[in-house]
T-cell receptor
Framework: DQQVKQNSPSLSVQEGRISILNCDYT??????FLWYKKYPAEGPTFLIS?????DKNEDGRFTVFLNKSAKHLSLHIVPSQPGDSAVYFC???????????FGQGTELSVKP | NAGVMQNPRHLVRRRGQEARLRCSPMKGHSHVYWYRQLPEEGLKFMVYLQKENIIDESGMPKERFSAEFPKEGPSILRIQQVVRGDSAAYFCASSPGAGDYNEQFFGPGTRLTVL
């Protein structure tokens, strides 16, 4: 039962353009979402989060949008840079236990 | 200001051997989580521990896998009688407390290869 889904395994974008990574979820009880970035041979690093009481959260070049009615969130990176090339995971905490449910990840490639 | 530390970074075992993976949380963090990433998949939760207590082991396979977080020392994920399907990257994360809004900090992972 994949409660958090990232349906695009990969995305290729030109440097300077916008990258949009999508994530869908099925559990309406999720009320907080996180995006993690992962380089090869490293652990995931926290990027940005959003609470369900908001529909947008912005941090520099990174903005996350949440559409609760559609159970959909997206991460926008603008302008994209080659150093942004990594695998991006969206995740949601399950209940109050701190356990994170991860999507399958989207591999972003930003070409110079 | 050390982050989450995991060792070994790479571990090779033959089928039937035991694998022990260690995780030292960030300073001041008392909550540890273990996740597994199989090839071409996302991270899957395995177990959540506080000092000397297992809080949630709903993601742990029923057999051969165990975890502990003793009062002193690192958290240990133990896999007995490893099989080829156990080959994966195992990540440990820590947080200062429980709850939805505590960011989890991840270690670099241990890549287990079972021959």
């Amino acid at each position: 039962d994949q409660q958090v889904k990232q349906n695009s395994p990969s995305l290729s974008v030109q440097e300077g353009r916008i990258s949009i990574l999508n994530c869908d979820y099925t559990n309406s009880m999720f009320d907080y979402f996180l995006w993690y970035k992962k380089y090869p041979a490293e652990g995931p690093t926290f990027l940005i989060s959003i609470s369900s009481i908001k529909d947008k959260n912005e941090d520099g070049r990174f903005t996350v949008f949440l559409n609760k009615s559609a159970k959909h969130l997206s991460l926008h990176i603008v302008p994209s840079q080659p150093g942004d090339s990594a695998v991006y995971f969206c995740a949601a905490p399950y209940n109050q236990g701190g356990k994170l449910i991860f999507g399958q990840g989207t591999e972003l490639s930003v070409k110079p | 200001n050390a982050g989450v530390m995991q060792n070994p970074r790479h571990l090779v075992r033959r089928r039937g051997q035991e694998a022990r993976l260690r995780c030292s949380p960030m300073k001041g963090h008392s909550h540890v989580y273990w996740y597994r990433q199989l090839p071409e998949e996302g991270l899957k939760f395995m177990v959540y521990l506080q000092k000397e207590n297992i809080i949630d082991e709903s993601g742990m396979p029923k057999e051969r896998f165990s975890a502990e977080f003793p009062k002193e020392g690192p958290s240990i994920l133990r896999i007995q009688q490893v099989v080829r399907g156990d080959s994966a990257a195992y990540f440990c994360a820590s947080s200062p407390g429980a709850g939805d809004y505590n960011e989890q900090f991840f270690g670099p992972g241990t890549r287990l290869t079972v021959l």
